[in-house]
């Protein structure tokens, strides 16, 4: 009996500080984490290497990928949430809702300040929409980017931001 008291009394100090230590995720980490005491919120961006905000109304590039189809580059920004998020990035035709890009990621997000969450570099894949003589493209239309995000806790919010999509190196 003696060995087995003596591992509960070496194992004692671990487990009592074990539940202070989950890292933010989980249905107790709430009470525990004042990040997460604030509802969630999340910012619809693009950039490659940073966030970079997007308003109503900007242009954001149709990039031509090197395999020959194209993608319109997003970036996201959390608030109060844990730091792995499921990401549902989505972009739209807005004059008649059709679907150009439907894409879920899982990510472990990069720390942004207090309470803060980033990721750059998502593709929002567009296949082949650039128009030819015979077949209207989606340039220089409004694009719906949208992104709908849910994180560890279940916790979850949406932003979206309808832009124009330009062909890149155009000057619009």
Do not use: K
């Not at 107790?28 to 308003?55: I, K, R």
């Amino acid at each position: 009996m003696i060995p087995l008291l003596t591992l509960l009394v070496a194992l004692l100090p671990a487990l009592l500080l074990a539940p202070a230590c989950t890292g933010g995720s989980g249905a107790d980490s709430a009470a525990v984490d004042p990040c997460l005491v604030d509802p969630p919120t999340a910012e619809v961006g693009t950039g490659d290497s940073s966030f970079v905000p997007l308003q109503d109304g900007d242009s954001v590039v149709i990039v031509n990928g090197p395999q020959g189809g194209q993608h319109i580059l997003g970036s996201l920004r959390t608030r109060h949430t844990t730091d792995v998020v499921a990401v549902h990035y989505t972009i739209t035709l807005q004059s008649d809702g059709t679907s150009l890009s439907d894409v879920t990621y899982r990510l472990q997000m990069l720390p942004d300040g207090d309470c803060g969450w980033v990721y750059p570099w998502l593709y929002g894949y567009l296949g082949f929409v650039v128009g030819t003589p015979d077949t209207p493209g989606i340039e220089d239309q409004p694009v719906i980017m949208r992104m709908d995000i849910e994180d560890q806790d279940g916790r979850q919010a949406s932003d979206q931001v309808i832009v124009t999509a330009v062909l890149q190196g155009s000057s619009g």
